[in-house]
Structure formats: C-alpha cells, structure tokens
C-alpha cells in the first residue's frame, strides 16, 4: 500500500449489471460520489486484475472486482469558527446539528467562511472525517442555506461510511414541516418525479426525464387559510426535492424566492413579517448509528419565523 493511500475492493451488484463503470462503483462504495470516481478512474486509480480502467463510461459487469486506490484527503483550508450551534445530540462518533436558516452548510464560492463546516471545525476540534476527499469537513448531508432544522455530521470514516450507507439505501427517515400557498388536493399523496438541472436555467431544479428519481410522500397536518402545513417525508434526498415537488403539485412553498410566487394577501404578510425564505424545516431525523447500531431519532419544533407564520395563517 502507498502511503496514505486507501484501497477499496469494489464488487459490481447484478443490480448494476451493464450500468457505466463510475455509477456502477458508487453504487459498490456509497462514501464516494459518482463525480470523484469519475476524477479516479481517469487518474488511474481504478482497477480491474492489476489493468487501470480509464474509461468511466465503460460498461460494467456484474461481479467485477475493481480495486480504489483513494488518496489520503487533502488539507481543509477551512479555518475554525466560533459560531454558535444549537446540538441534538452528540458522542466520539457523530453530532447532530438544529441548524438555523441563513446558514450555509459547506464553504463555496460567495460563502468562503461562516459556515457550518467552519463552526463544526471549532466546535469539534478538528476531529471530523475526511472520507469526502477534503480533510475533517464530516458531512455527510446538507440542507438548503435557508431551511432549518435536523442534520447529521461524521466525526470518523467510518461513522461517515456507515451514515453514507443508510443514505444510499433510502433507510434515514427524514421528515420536513413545509408551509404551501393553498391546499394540497388530495391531502396525502407521492410525488414520485426525476429531478435534475433545468435546461433552461442551470441554476434551478427541475422534473426531467432521465434525471434522477426522487420520491416525496407528503401529508396534509392541517388547513390553514389558503395554505396548509404539510409534512414531507423523503424517500429520496436529491437538491431542493420537496420545494420542486411541491411546486409540481401547484403548491409552492411560501417564501420561496427560487419556485414560489406568492401573490396578494399572502405577499403583504410574509412582507409584513419580513419572511424571506422558503417556509421548510427539517423537523425529524432518524437512523442507526453506525458504531452502537441503536436506533436514534430527533425531533426540532419549527423555529420562530415559521411559527409566527404559521399561526398568522390559521384559521
């Protein structure tokens, strides 16, 4: 082995017989998303019976073993962050974070620091995986800079494996308070729609076939006027999936700047009350923990602003 190289052994499922090689291998090793394959493959760093396979498009067989050979994770350049976090739960192995709106989960551009990963860096101490490829970030998830509420974050690899396991598998329960323009008809339902980039606005999500499937079973919890508190329980977790489903539905969220055009009555409150983001709160977390295997659960009551909306709006 080289120094601070990891190998993974990769053996393709029948389910993924045929499939392009770097899907087929992230489906094999779930803590490495399909782009990174994508950059490993090309590097050389994927192999099949001591022969690189270079080509990512290449089409898989099931059984192949393949060998990963994975970099030992790069320095964060993220510095430590006094920033306060309100914490669910935490031990060694994970934390879980009630994370307010406003809050940008990992450094990118526009958003260089302040950040959720920058708190968790001074929270934790450092300790944090670095399975991602980038040096003790520990995320696993990520919610929207402005919704609130539940996620989870690795303090091991093999924490953040385990935890990027039940994710692939659809096994965490995720459950989201959202607040709709009008009322959902019927009021318990599945959208069950594939979602990916806009083609016309790459900036957007959108419903487009051959994007990835994503699945949204939501429920009506109560009627408000010309709006309704619904929760949205995700089978799937892709980008902005209850907000563009909801939309789908004819039911945008409220606030939504992105996929909502709140009019008339509901426009003056939220100006009123100076609401400015979508109206989406992650409201319940529940997996296995990956080291102990008991089973957790979380609960976070819906922060003051959509409460204050929530309550303005009942009937």
């Not at 499939?19 to 493959?41: G, H, M, Q």
Request: charged share 25%; aromatic share 4%; hydrophobic share 40%.
């Amino acid at each position: 082995m080289v120094r601070g190289v990891s190998i993974i052994d990769a053996r393709i499922a029948p389910t993924a017989d045929g499939w392009r090689l770097d899907r087929a291998l992230a489906d094999a090793v779930p803590t490495l998303s399909r782009e990174r394959l994508k950059v490993l493959i090309a590097s050389g760093a994927v192999t099949r019976e001591g022969a690189m396979a270079r080509d990512p498009a290449k089409r898989a067989a099931a059984g192949d073993i393949f060998q990963v050979s994975v970099p030992a994770p790069t320095p964060a350049h993220n510095e430590p962050q006094d920033i306060p976090l309100v914490i669910a739960y935490e031990d060694e192995h994970l934390i879980v974070i009630d994370k307010p709106a406003g809050l940008v989960v990992h450094p990118a551009a526009g958003n260089l620091d302040g950040t959720l990963v920058n708190a968790l860096l001074h929270h934790c101490g450092g300790s944090l995986s670095g399975i991602g490829g980038v040096a003790r970030p520990g995320i696993v998830h990520r919610i929207d800079k402005d919704t609130s509420g539940l996620m989870v974050a690795a303090k091991t690899d093999r924490t953040h494996e385990g935890l990027a396991k039940q994710f692939a598998a659809h096994s965490i329960d995720r459950r989201y308070r959202a607040i709709t323009g009008g009322i959902p008809r019927p009021a318990d339902g599945t959208v069950d729609a594939p979602l990916a980039r806009s083609p016309q606005n790459r900036k957007k999500v959108a419903i487009v076939q051959g994007g990835k499937r994503a699945v949204t079973h939501y429920r009506t919890i109560e009627k408000l006027r010309d709006a309704a508190l619904v929760e949205c329980r995700l089978e799937t977790g892709r980008t902005h999936q209850v907000r563009v489903h909801m939309q789908s539905l004819g039911h945008a969220l409220l606030g939504d700047p992105v996929y909502g055009r709140t009019k008339g009555a509901q426009k003056a409150l939220l100006d009123q009350l100076d609401f400015r983001r979508q109206a989406l709160h992650a409201a319940h977390l529940g997996f296995i923990h990956p080291i102990s295997g008991n089973a957790l659960a979380f609960e976070s009551a819906m922060p003051a602003d959509m409460q204050e909306l929530f309550s303005r709006l009942h009937v």
